[in-house]
């Protein structure tokens, strides 16, 4: 089988997966690195290994050489076109002796070089030991096939062999029982194949429909016959008609697998592969709902997330579940999908240091593990469920006949959709599966052992996240890629609003970066550019507020039209109390343990630069300080803390309203003017304009300039 190929060569072959010019393929292999060599002979270029090429395209080339040696071009010359014609309508049986009969040959041409005989001496020598068993006499597939070969039938398969490849060495007598019409004649041969690849659908009826435009109707074969020879070259070419039709159906059916994603896998934790899939389910809010599941391919333990959706925030949920109770990986395999490609989650893997790589598009055998299990998931059990609507559209047609039958014939009343599984009920479905079912059941790919039984028996160590707090902090939301510019006089901008500390000074004008603090509105997380902890920024005036309360209260407030902020915020307090979605779905892992306890593996300690100063956060509440404070700031920083601790603003009881309401004024007009406001003042600003006090002071300053 040739093994080296040029740019023009390649192209020549009519590929699915390459282009069909030299210059397309020159492209794609700069393109792509391919390994190559100098050509020799005239010309010159470059040329590329069979086993250099890519997977898929390596796979589509062997295909077309096993169907014949001289290269099919897509327009073939006549003189080729006899020898396709002769290997297309083989069967198995008959490709498979052909292949064998070229395998002698080879072994003799390398016995002819290693003995220097003559050449009819040598093949006189080379067929006594082929009889006496001395050559493959091992190789019971060779043996059962041909047993015995004279010289005269070598000579005369080597000179066929020569002439017409690998076509030359099929037997002609087996497709008696096919010479038909078609067969005799290679131009109506052609001239249906033609019709056959460019239309892989069309039926017998066009197909004698196109032969009449060309053919006297004399030279016809019968519709009948046609038919006929359609139907049993497609069952003896399955391969290359399957290539023709459906390319992604071939790659799953026929394309010769190269390799194992997992031969390089030897340690727990070394690569984890993601993927997310539509659930075959309707479940009790009729619709349906996706699983994001998470492969670790040493041991193929697993683990699934039903969600709504596929999105950033359930790869979150499911990746903090495996971090906590798995380790921490070496390296993750995902699609590049928005879940999985956004900034939030490369920012998270990349504090981690855990190495991403992302499957080229439209190659999910890139990520065969979790592909694998999906497979295995929705072909079991799960179609038993209720609300079951089938994998594919022929399925789901076919259910809904039966349902649509069994209603009108029987009565049967439609099924309530109550009657469908919860989000949690097939969470709970999902983790039991994973472990009474899939855990303990021996894989092929783990040499007959069970994945629990990979995990139990594994050595080696595994790194782990200790504060848990800490991983919280840096699986926290933020806006676009983070990067926030402190302001010499507010502080940080987000969200039209702005978050000050005392710890800012010195920061003015530089990008730091900003987690938010999803359970409070009110506070965010400043770190360096380089992943250093500075403090703690707080907003005031939405202190002590959720961000999910905090979009609820968009809504509502769209809704009624209601323009009083104090009133928004305390119906925020009475009715949206937004829990946190991945906790709930975590809560309904309650899993059944299996009769096998684990004993703890060694574990080391897991940090990275994130990490470890995330966990400054939680040392205490007090915010690190640089530098040595004087007696008058520590003062204003203990009435600070003392008036954000008990929501009030402490100011002296000497100002009455009228004066409080002048000093506000007063505040504001220095703000208007560019002056800054120390950090008292500035707490004193922000607080008061959301009291009531402020309100009617407002609303009577309006009535006196309405009445003057």
């Known amino acids: 089988m040739k093994e080296w190929f040029s740019a023009k060569e390649l192209a020549d072959l009519g ?57 099919l071009k897509r327009k073939f010359t006549e ?55 001395q050559i493959f006499a091992d190789n019971q597939t060779i043996r059962a096939i041909i047993s015995g070969i004279s010289p005269k039938t070598l000579f005369s398969w080597e000179s066929a062999y020569k002439k017409e490849g690998l076509s030359g060495l099929v037997d002609s007598y087996g497709n008696r029982k096919g010479d038909t019409k078609i067969d005799r004649n290679q131009e109506l041969k052609g001239c249906i194949l ?54 992604d159906e071939w790659k799953n059916k026929f394309m010769a697998a190269s390799g194992s994603f997992s031969e390089n896998i030897v340690r727990l934790n070394q690569l984890w592969e993601f993927d997310s899939t539509p659930t075959d389910i309707i479940l009790n809010d009729g619709e349906r709902h ?42 993750i395999k995902t699609d590049n999908g928005a879940d999985y490609a956004s900034k939030y989650m490369c920012r998270v893997f990349d504090s981690l240091e855990i190495e991403r790589r992302f499957c080229k598009p439209f190659t999910p055998e890139q990520k065969p593990h979790i592909e694998r299990v999906f497979r295995t998931f929705s072909h079991d059990v799960l179609e038993v469920l209720p609300g079951y609507i089938g994998h594919n559209v022929s399925e789901r047609k076919n259910i809904e006949a039966r349902k649509s039958f069994a209603d009108h014939i ?11 599984l919860s989000v949690e ?55 676009g890629d983070g990067l926030r510019t402190v302001q010499p006089k507010k502080g940080i901008a987000i969200d039209n609003a702005f978050y000050d500390s005392q710890f800012l000074g010195g920061y003015e004008n530089q990008q730091v970066k900003v987690l938010y603090d999803e359970a409070n509105w009110g506070e965010v997380y400043v770190f360096t550019l380089e992943g250093h902890f500075i403090c703690k920024a707080i907003c005031p005036e939405r202190k002590g507020i959720s961000r999910a309360e905090v979009a609820t209260a968009r809504k509502a407030q769209q809704k009624r039209l209601i323009n009083e902020s104090k009133q928004v915020l305390k119906k925020l307090s009475k009715i949206y109390k937004t ?67 008990n929501n009030v603003v402490e100011m002296p009881r000497e100002i009455m309203a009228r004066q409080r309401f002048v000093h506000w004024q007063d505040l504001d007009n220095q703000l208007a003017k560019g002056e800054r406001l120390n950090s008292e003042e500035m707490d004193f600003y922000r607080n008061y304009q959301f009291s009531s006090e402020f309100s009617a002071m407002r609303r009577l300053e309006a009535s006196k300039a309405e009445v003057m």
């Open 15 to 71: 590929l699915p997966s390459l282009g069909k010019t030299k210059r397309a393929v020159s492209y794609r292999a700069k393109a792509e690195n391919w390994p190559s060599r100098p050509r020799e002979g005239q010309g010159g270029g470059r040329e590329f290994h069979l086993d250099d090429l890519p997977t898929i395209i390596k796979s589509e080339v062997i295909q077309v050489l096993r169907m014949s040696d001289a290269i």
């Open 290 to 331: 996706n699983i994001v599941g998470v492969i670790d391919v040493y041991s193929r333990r697993v683990k699934f997330l039903v969600s709504k959706t596929s999105n950033s925030t359930a790869v979150s949920a499911i990746t903090r579940a495996c971090l906590l109770e798995w380790g921490v990986p070496e390296s």
């Open 410 to 420: 029987m009565g049967k009343a439609k099924r309530n959709p109550k009657d469908y």
């Open 425 to 479: 009920e097939l969470q709970k479905f999902c983790d039991d599966w994973i472990n009474n079912c899939y855990m303990v059941k021996p894989h092929g790919g783990l040499n007959g052992k069970t994945p629990l039984q990979i995990v139990a028996d594994y050595k080696g160590t595994i790194q782990k996240i200790q504060n848990e707090r800490a991983l919280d902090i840096l699986l926290s939301p933020t806006s």
């Open 579 to 645: 829990k946190d979605i991945a906790g709930e779905i975590m809560q309904q892992k309650a899993k059944e343990q299996p009769n096998v306890v684990l004993f703890p593996k060694p574990e080391i300690s897991y940090n990275s630069q994130f990490l470890a100063e995330a966990e400054k956060v939680l040392e205490n509440k007090k915010m690190p300080v640089s530098r040595q404070l004087s007696s008058q700031e520590k003062r204003i920083i203990d009435k600070m803390e003392t008036a954000r601790n």
């Open 79 to 133: 003189e080729a076109e006899e020898s396709l014609a002769k290997l297309i309508r083989v069967n198995s049986t008959q490709l498979q002796k052909a292949e064998i009969r070229e395998t002698i040959i080879k072994e003799f041409n390398k016995y002819l070089d290693a003995e220097g005989l003559p050449v009819s001496k040598a093949r006189e020598e080379f067929c006594k030991k082929y009889n006496e068993r």
């Open 194 to 247: 033609g019709l056959i690849y460019e239309y892989p659908h069309i039926d017998s009826g066009k197909i004698m429909s196109g032969l009449r435009s060309k053919f006297r109707e004399e030279d016809l074969p019968s519709y009948r016959t046609v038919q006929t020879w359609v139907k049993r070259w497609k069952k003896d070419n399955a391969s290359i008609f399957t290539a023709i039709k459906n390319p």
